[in-house]
């Protein structure tokens, strides 16, 4: 069996942005919101494998919304809008418009999320002024929000992924302040409570996220020792988390955040900044080829 992953260029998006939410893979994919560099963003973008149109726009501009869902079935949960004021404001879209839903108990943005517009899980997250890390985790059943359990610590910008019931983070900043750190720390979601997983290979927030419980991958990550992003690619099996020898083309960090991807196979990085932001588009995927033995 001969396998192995890589990035390769996508068509770039029509806007340039960072911090902004998404979903759906690398043949129907779906950003939303973002900061541009001088204002937040309403604009929808959807992917289909070779270019990018324009959506229906969000009702509320935002950046740091947390996204899930598909093309067809997305979904934005929270964000920013300034002057640093954080929203709760949740929104469907219906692969045409948005709408506006049943809002979060509390406003928050940057927060980590996964599964699907109508059973979805969304957990910790910054708040403020004054600034705080809130480790709750929030479940949505498509019409209502219930608690679920708690994050083991507090945690924003880490990258998300998997479903309500086996969700996943990995990497985030762990303190609330103007400068926040990093961690390298996992954690997994069974639909009631938080466990601690292995350990990343390094300190890394602002990242994307694609994949499973059992089979994830963090991307447009910034890390201690490139604060405009790095271009690794990190892989979980169900046991460690290792560097893939797959890397972006262009390295950035704060990319479209929010299951980009359902399977560790297909993921699509969308944006971003490095330093600025940017509309660069790149599709990953993993293949597997079986190589037989011929004969006479």
Same mark, same amino acid.
């Given at each position: ?7 390769? /260029? ?30 937040? /963003? ?255």
């Amino acid at each position: 069996v001969v396998a192995g992953g890589a990035f390769s /260029s996508g068509a770039p998006l029509l806007t340039a942005r960072y911090g902004l939410g998404g979903g759906g893979d690398t043949t129907a994919g779906l950003v939303f919101g973002g900061y541009t560099g001088t204002a937040q /963003s309403n604009l929808t973008e959807e992917y289909n494998g070779s270019g990018w149109g324009s959506g229906g726009n969000l009702g509320t501009a935002r950046s740091g919304t947390s996204g899930t869902g598909s093309q067809t079935a997305g979904l934005s949960v929270g964000g920013i809008n300034p002057p640093s004021v954080y929203v709760a404001n949740v929104e469907e879209y219906n692969g045409t418009s948005w709408s506006e839903v049943t809002n979060i108990p509390q406003a928050r943005g940057y927060s980590l999320q996964g599964g699907t517009q109508t059973a979805t899980w969304n957990g910790g997250g910054r708040q403020g002024p004054p600034y705080s890390n809130p480790t709750s985790t929030l479940e949505y059943d498509g019409t209502n929000w219930t608690s679920g359990g708690a994050l083991g610590a507090g945690n924003y910008h880490g990258s998300s992924g998997g479903t309500l019931t086996a969700g996943w983070n990995l990497g985030g900043s762990p303190s609330p302040g103007a400068a926040p750190g990093r961690t390298n720390t996992s954690q997994f979601y069974d639909g009631s409570s938080w466990t601690t997983g292995p350990n990343g290979p390094t300190e890394i927030n602002t990242g994307s996220g694609a994949g499973t419980q059992t089979a994830a991958l963090s991307y447009t990550n910034g890390d201690a020792s490139n604060t405009n992003g790095n271009d690794k690619l990190y892989i979980y099996d169900g046991t460690s988390w290792a560097v893939s020898p797959a890397t972006l083309g262009t390295a950035r960090r704060a990319g479209a955040r929010g299951g980009m991807g359902t399977t560790a196979n297909n993921a699509l990085a969308a944006a971003g900044r490095n330093p600025s932001a940017i509309t660069l588009t790149e599709e990953y995927n993993f293949t597997t080829n079986t190589v037989t033995a011929g004969a006479w």
